[in-house]
Nanobody, 126 residues
Framework: VQLQASGGGLVQAGGSLRLSCAAS????????VGWFRQAPGNEREVVSA????????AYADSVKGRFTISRDNARNSVYLQMNSLKPEDTAVYYC????????????????????WGQGTQVTVSS
């Protein structure tokens, strides 16, 4: 499986961006696709995740109510709609896949994810 993240850019605080994660290869319904971010000097943190079946979604507390994750099976893609962006959302955003049939509670465990995209920069100016 290969992942290609895109959609990052420079936006003013309060603005919106939509990130895309295109996957090549077979994605099974049990797989979990996650979005993570890493700001300079910080550890990588989970932002959101969705099971490929669409039955489960989750968000970090810092983005709840502002970000929405979705997937398009036909396009083999996952999206992260980011609204009401804040300067503290500035980071490189990565999409990743946790393959296999893991319980949903693993969604935030970055070390468990085994396929990663290259990252896309999101910069939010104040």
């Amino acid at each position: 499986v290969q992942l290609q993240a895109s959609g990052g850019g420079l936006v003013q605080a309060g603005g919106s961006l939509r990130l895309s994660c295109a996957a090549s290869g077979r994605i099974f319904s049990s797989y979990i696709v996650g979005w993570f971010r890493q700001a300079p000097g910080n550890e990588r943190e989970v932002v959101s995740a969705i099971r490929w079946s669409g039955l489960n979604t989750a968000y970090a507390d810092s983005v709840k109510g502002r970000f929405t994750i979705s997937r398009d099976n036909a396009r083999n893609s996952v999206y992260l709609q980011m609204n009401s962006l804040k300067p503290e959302d500035t980071a490189v955003y990565y999409c990743a896949i946790l393959s296999g049939s893991y319980p949903w509670g693993w969604w935030s465990n970055a070390r468990a994810y085994d396929y990663w995209g290259q990252g896309t920069q999101v910069t939010v100016s104040s």
